[in-house]
């Protein structure tokens, strides 16, 4: 019996170490990449061991394309996306959560339903709209069509149910106004799942492609993800090394909101998926 659990638990660590090296070798291959010349990439066997071609690759990526116009536009976009997303759905996520009203049940299952319609599908319908703005090639057509998702509300509905009645019939006897209870007691006691919901706002609105890719046609407003993927558009010489460290680059920013919120989003996604 023991020596069959010894190698029940072998097989599992084994499997485990396999899958997460499988897991983490095409990031560490696009790092050590970025650090090579165009020629040791295509070497044969491969060379795995970082070498000192990264600042030679991102200034030559620097020169040849707007890279750093293209970052400053994604994170203009995605912080300004993050913050007016996670201000939104909470407050949508509260109105569910703590008011009745007539139709509540029936507006909120509409919202649900839109979670199963495609994003293609609105694409023609919306660029209508924003070319009838004057929007193309503007931050807030890649903003503001996104803002306040059907998943984003749902996922502080859940959480928000938790928050105790009882505190908020409190601060109303108290005399604090609805938008006041909102700001000092909602926000605050709903941290987490903020720290949760803002972590896969940005990364859902960093890696935004599609539409960006229609609606900025300005190459000095275009996004990090789309400039990137016109670096190896056909009939043009590619340069792997630049594109390789153009992006570590773009993941430079994920890993640093990911770093500093990691704390709360293991128990902002744990809190919205018990409560009922």
């Known amino acids: 019996m023991k020596g069959s659990s010894f190698l029940t638990k072998s097989a599992g ?15 560490y291959w696009m790092f050590v990449g970025s650090t090579l010349s165009d020629s040791d990439i295509f070497q044969s066997p491969p060379k795995l061991v970082p070498s000192g071609e990264f600042m030679n690759n991102l200034t030559g990526l620097a020169a040849s394309a707007p890279i750093w116009q293209a970052l400053g536009n994604s994170l203009l976009i995605s912080v300004i996306f993050t913050i007016a997303t996670l201000y939104l759905c909470a407050i949508a996520g509260y109105a569910f959560a703590k008011y009745e009203f007539k139709g509540k ?19 023609i319908p919306l660029f209508k709209m924003i070319i009838g703005f ?27 149910m938790s928050i105790p009645t009882e505190m908020i019939e409190a601060a109303r006897i ?57 670096l190896v558009a056909p009939g043009q010489v590619v340069y792997y090394g630049q594109v390789l460290a153009g992006t570590v680059v773009s993941i430079v920013p994920v890993l640093i909101l990911f770093l500093l919120l990691q704390k709360y989003f293991i128990s ?3 809190g919205g998926s018990v409560k009922g």
């Open 134 to 160: 004057g929007w193309q090639d503007q931050p807030q057509a890649v903003i503001l069509p996104a803002l306040a998702n059907a998943f984003g509300v749902f996922f502080m509905r859940q959480n928000m």
């Open 174 to 230: 108290d005399g604090a106004g609805e938008m006041s209870i909102f700001h000092k007691i909602i926000l605050p006691t709903s941290l987490p799942p903020l720290a949760a919901l803002g972590i896969l706002s940005f990364i859902q609105q960093w890696g935004n492609y599609l539409w960006p890719l229609i609606i900025l046609q300005d190459r000095e407003s275009t996004t990090l993800p789309v400039l990137l993927s016109q």
């Open 13 to 27: 660590y084994l499997f485990l170490i396999l899958v997460s090296v499988a897991s983490v070798y095409p990031f």
């Open 268 to 270: 902002g996604i744990y």
């Open 105 to 123: 049940n029936i507006l909120f299952v509409i919202v649900l339903i839109t979670m199963m319609l495609p994003h293609q599908v609105t694409l």
